[in-house]
């Protein structure tokens, strides 16, 4: 996968600031900031974690989170044959600053008779030759990932960045003719079902907490729109009459805003989840759909068809000042707002092409993050926005990639069946 | 002598053989028992072509529905209005419908595969929407007609060219209740 640098401006997208219509655009192309290298030997095992897989669970899961991360970057494992072996009681930071490691990591594992991990491991800077932080983590050993998700969340965090990979991505997923809810790890691991109904479940969404899903589903033959309790398996309806589907939770999770027809027309609602009360937001005969909020909440984008072609817009969160982001092309839907606030990814049909764009709102500039690979759709930000999550038939059938902000490492993370709509956590638990 | 007696009796056999088969030549043919016709009266009855309304009894919802008496029509691209060679269609939809005022429709919108899931909800209710008022217009309760869409996420048929796109942007009419 090529970057993308092409970074096309829209002139017509001034509109976002009429008043810069004649002035030169600057061209910013977002590098984001070097990584900081990492190098992590071997853990240190006692004798029955040496006997067991799960040690290299936790080491592998461990690395390759931090390799996703895009904040650190590992000092590859050939490197440290270059150096004497590493010995956690006597480190010699000058060895391996010598094989160009700032970040050392080292860990010890236990597995203790009752099956259980203890995971164990310790930060260093090596250039400062000093302990930074170290954490213990136990769990059951069917565990083993979330541990190292734990552990790599902690760097994260360390280093004043929003943790990640604790969190989950929720998608449907077909299950015979059925297609369910399922949530799975942000990596596509450890993934479980959640809806059993023997119909359509479609566009799943987290609350603020993580801990309910809503989503449509055509149990009831037609498309109403429903609330899931994943951890007590209660599930309640939101919504009926008409068409009920593209909820978005609020990011402070007292409101959701969703698309409905029960008034005869697709237009965007918001419902206050404590007292039960709706306001309809848009009032306006064409196709109004897609809302998202904007990470403060005090912003909704949405899709519209009023301008005679679906286009995305941006309104107040009480359904005022409504201004019209994209100008060009025939066709954008799916708006998802950065968990930073600046960027606005979506889907645009260009050419019977459907990629994902990014637009950032601070500059108006365009940038195209999918490259005229199958079909490209429902664009969902991680929660450090470093990261996108979207589904992609460029392999056949439809299943869900990850790709950084920038369009690098692109990886399929499903593969089983046809697997589509994925939405990631707003936040890690 | 004794030979000349042998010739004389074998000649004599030999004439007596063909004046019996002369003989037999001339036999009349024998005549058998006589054919004796058997018919019957055709039963002057016609077999009645079920009326529209019979067979409208006698059919099932399933069957009705998989007969196809109501036809699907087709859309352009990104549109939900009703095109001039799917007018007709409507209005021998309409027909029969009104024919039998007890019958309730469901209008299934669709659309094809080149479109946003959200998008395709909203785009396939206007379809359905859109031939639901066209009904109502020709004459239909709209109480009758009731819609839904599925988007995108029941095609017709499966492919990538404009010939399947058409197939699979459409509005079909199930019979709900007769």
């Given at each position: 996968m090529k970057l993308s640098r092409t970074i096309l401006i829209l002139l017509a997208m001034l509109a976002f600031q009429p008043l810069r219509g004649q002035e030169e655009i600057t061209i910013r192309i977002r590098e984001g900031m070097p990584m900081i290298p990492v190098a992590m030997p071997a853990f240190q095992l006692n004798p029955e974690a040496q006997k067991s897989e799960t040690a290299a669970v936790v080491y592998d899961t461990l690395w390759q989170d931090l390799e996703f991360s895009r904040v650190f970057k590992?000092?590859?494992?050939?490197?440290?044959?270059?150096?004497?072996?590493?010995?956690?009681?006597?480190?010699?930071?000058?060895?391996?600053?010598?094989?160009?490691?700032?970040?050392?990591?080292?860990?010890?594992?236990e597995l203790t008779a009752d099956d259980r991990v203890i995971f164990s491991f310790k930060v260093y800077e090596v250039t400062g030759e000093r302990f930074i932080f170290g954490r213990n983590f136990g769990g059951k050993k069917d565990l083993a990932r979330l541990i190292a998700h734990r552990a790599a969340d902690e760097m994260l965090k360390h280093f004043g960045e929003r943790p990640l990979f604790t969190s989950k991505i929720a998608y449907i997923s077909e299950a015979g003719n059925d297609r369910d809810v399922y949530i799975m790890d942000f990596d596509g691991q450890r993934s479980t079902r959640i809806t059993f109904s023997s119909a359509l479940d479609m566009l799943p969404s987290w609350s603020a907490d993580n801990e309910k899903i809503l989503y449509t589903s055509y149990r009831n033959l037609s498309p109403e729109l429903f609330?899931?309790?994943?951890?007590?398996?209660?599930?309640?309806?939101?919504?009926?009459?008409?068409?009920?589907?593209?909820a978005d939770w609020s990011p402070a999770g007292d409101r959701i805003v969703y698309t409905s027809s029960k008034h005869g027309n697709a237009e965007i609602y918001l419902k206050d989840m404590k007292t039960g009360q709706e306001k309809r937001l848009t009032f306006n005969p064409a196709i109004d759909t897609s809302p998202c909020w904007s990470p403060n909440g005090r912003e909704i984008a949405f899709t519209s068809q009023r301008g005679g072609t679906p286009q995305i817009y941006v309104m107040d969160a009480e359904g005022s000042n409504v201004r019209r982001i994209t100008m060009e092309g025939g066709y954008h839907d799916s708006p998802a707002w950065s968990p930073d606030g600046m960027r606005l990814a979506f889907v645009s049909r260009i050419e019977n092409r459907f990629d994902i764009y990014i637009f950032n709102l601070k500059s108006n500039e365009i940038s195209k993050l999918t490259e005229n690979a199958g079909r490209n759709e429902n664009p969902t930000w991680s929660p450090d926005g470093r990261h996108l999550a979207f589904s992609s038939n460029r392999s056949g059938r439809y299943q869900i990639y990850l790709v950084d902000y920038d369009g690098r490492n692109v990886r399929q993370i499903t593969s089983r069946g046809e697997n589509k709509m994925p939405k990631w956590q707003r936040t890690t638990k | 002598m004794k030979r000349f007696l042998i010739i004389i009796l074998a000649l004599a056999f030999i004439l007596l053989l063909g004046a019996c088969s002369k003989k037999a030549a001339k036999v009349e043919p024998v005549q058998g028992p006589a054919v004796e016709t058997v018919d019957e009266p055709v039963a002057q009855v016609e077999k009645p072509v079920l009326s529209e309304e019979e067979l409208f009894q006698q059919k099932s919802l399933e069957e009705l529905n998989k007969d196809q008496v109501l036809k699907m029509i087709h859309f352009d691209f990104d549109m939900y209005s009703i095109r001039e060679d799917m007018k007709p269609v409507m209005q021998a939809n309409a027909n029969w419908l009104l024919k039998f005022p007890s019958v309730e429709v469901l209008v299934e919108g669709h659309c094809d595969e080149r479109g946003t899931i959200e998008y395709n909800i909203a785009l396939g209710e206007k379809r359905a929407e859109a031939a639901r008022n066209y009904l109502v217009s020709l004459g239909l309760s709209a109480a009758k007609v009731k819609i839904i869409s599925y988007g995108k996420s029941k095609p017709l048929v499966t492919g990538v060219d404009e010939a399947t796109y058409f197939q699979n942007r459409r509005a079909e009419f199930v019979i709900t209740k007769k």
């Amino acid at each position: 996968m090529k970057l993308s640098r092409t970074i096309l401006i829209l002139l017509a997208m001034l509109a976002f600031q009429p008043l810069r219509g004649q002035e030169e655009i600057t061209i910013r192309i977002r590098e984001g900031m070097p990584m900081i290298p990492v190098a992590m030997p071997a853990f240190q095992l006692n004798p029955e974690a040496q006997k067991s897989e799960t040690a290299a669970v936790v080491y592998d899961t461990l690395w390759q989170d931090l390799e996703f991360s895009r904040v650190f970057k590992m000092v590859p494992r050939e490197h440290y044959a270059y150096i004497p072996a590493f010995n956690p009681n006597a480190i010699r930071f000058k060895d391996w600053a010598s094989i160009q490691a700032n970040i050392l990591v080292s860990g010890q594992l236990e597995l203790t008779a009752d099956d259980r991990v203890i995971f164990s491991f310790k930060v260093y800077e090596v250039t400062g030759e000093r302990f930074i932080f170290g954490r213990n983590f136990g769990g059951k050993k069917d565990l083993a990932r979330l541990i190292a998700h734990r552990a790599a969340d902690e760097m994260l965090k360390h280093f004043g960045e929003r943790p990640l990979f604790t969190s989950k991505i929720a998608y449907i997923s077909e299950a015979g003719n059925d297609r369910d809810v399922y949530i799975m790890d942000f990596d596509g691991q450890r993934s479980t079902r959640i809806t059993f109904s023997s119909a359509l479940d479609m566009l799943p969404s987290w609350s603020a907490d993580n801990e309910k899903i809503l989503y449509t589903s055509y149990r009831n033959l037609s498309p109403e729109l429903f609330m899931f309790h994943i951890y007590s398996g209660k599930t309640e309806l939101i919504s009926s009459g008409g068409s009920n589907y593209a909820a978005d939770w609020s990011p402070a999770g007292d409101r959701i805003v969703y698309t409905s027809s029960k008034h005869g027309n697709a237009e965007i609602y918001l419902k206050d989840m404590k007292t039960g009360q709706e306001k309809r937001l848009t009032f306006n005969p064409a196709i109004d759909t897609s809302p998202c909020w904007s990470p403060n909440g005090r912003e909704i984008a949405f899709t519209s068809q009023r301008g005679g072609t679906p286009q995305i817009y941006v309104m107040d969160a009480e359904g005022s000042n409504v201004r019209r982001i994209t100008m060009e092309g025939g066709y954008h839907d799916s708006p998802a707002w950065s968990p930073d606030g600046m960027r606005l990814a979506f889907v645009s049909r260009i050419e019977n092409r459907f990629d994902i764009y990014i637009f950032n709102l601070k500059s108006n500039e365009i940038s195209k993050l999918t490259e005229n690979a199958g079909r490209n759709e429902n664009p969902t930000w991680s929660p450090d926005g470093r990261h996108l999550a979207f589904s992609s038939n460029r392999s056949g059938r439809y299943q869900i990639y990850l790709v950084d902000y920038d369009g690098r490492n692109v990886r399929q993370i499903t593969s089983r069946g046809e697997n589509k709509m994925p939405k990631w956590q707003r936040t890690t638990k | 002598m004794k030979r000349f007696l042998i010739i004389i009796l074998a000649l004599a056999f030999i004439l007596l053989l063909g004046a019996c088969s002369k003989k037999a030549a001339k036999v009349e043919p024998v005549q058998g028992p006589a054919v004796e016709t058997v018919d019957e009266p055709v039963a002057q009855v016609e077999k009645p072509v079920l009326s529209e309304e019979e067979l409208f009894q006698q059919k099932s919802l399933e069957e009705l529905n998989k007969d196809q008496v109501l036809k699907m029509i087709h859309f352009d691209f990104d549109m939900y209005s009703i095109r001039e060679d799917m007018k007709p269609v409507m209005q021998a939809n309409a027909n029969w419908l009104l024919k039998f005022p007890s019958v309730e429709v469901l209008v299934e919108g669709h659309c094809d595969e080149r479109g946003t899931i959200e998008y395709n909800i909203a785009l396939g209710e206007k379809r359905a929407e859109a031939a639901r008022n066209y009904l109502v217009s020709l004459g239909l309760s709209a109480a009758k007609v009731k819609i839904i869409s599925y988007g995108k996420s029941k095609p017709l048929v499966t492919g990538v060219d404009e010939a399947t796109y058409f197939q699979n942007r459409r509005a079909e009419f199930v019979i709900t209740k007769k």
